[in-house]
Nanobody, 122 residues
Framework: QLQLVESGGGLVQPGGSLRLSCAAS????????IGWFRQAPGKEREGVSC????????NYADSVKGRFTISRDNAKNTVYLQMNSLKPEDTAVYYC???????????????WGQGTQVTVSS
């Protein structure tokens, strides 16, 4: 069974940090670019960050640049999203998704996780 599972979400105060994990089961993550997406209440799903299969290329939404960092550990078959200086507007369900080799637009992704809730509130 091919599966992506997000974890690490939770409730955090503004200015706090969380690290999200995206773990693959049933396939080797080495071959895939991994994107992080989020959907906030009342808003469409948006791209947050992406990392190429090699880890050599990353991108970020303007809203998270300088605060979020994407990385991968292929030995653990896992991609991470380190989120620092969190703001209430970061509150959303965060999803990871896999696509071959290079980051692409949202509709090109082949595999999706079920999401993990991040809530930023005082």
């Amino acid at each position: 069974q091919l599966q992506l599972v997000e974890s690490g979400g939770g409730l955090v105060q503004p200015g706090g940090s969380l690290r999200l994990s995206c773990a693959a089961s049933g396939f080797t993550l080495d071959y895939y670019a991994i994107g992080w997406f989020r959907q906030a209440p009342g808003k469409e799903r948006e791209g947050v960050s992406c990392i190429s299969s090699s880890g050599g290329s990353t991108n970020y939404a303007d809203s998270v640049k300088g605060r979020f960092t994407i990385s991968r550990d292929n030995a653990k078959n896992t991609v991470y999203l380190q989120m620092n200086s969190l703001k209430p507007e970061d509150t959303a369900v965060y999803y990871c998704a896999a696509v071959g080799a290079m980051c692409v637009v949202e509709y090109e992704y082949d595999y999706w996780g079920q999401g993990t809730q991040v809530t930023v509130s005082s």
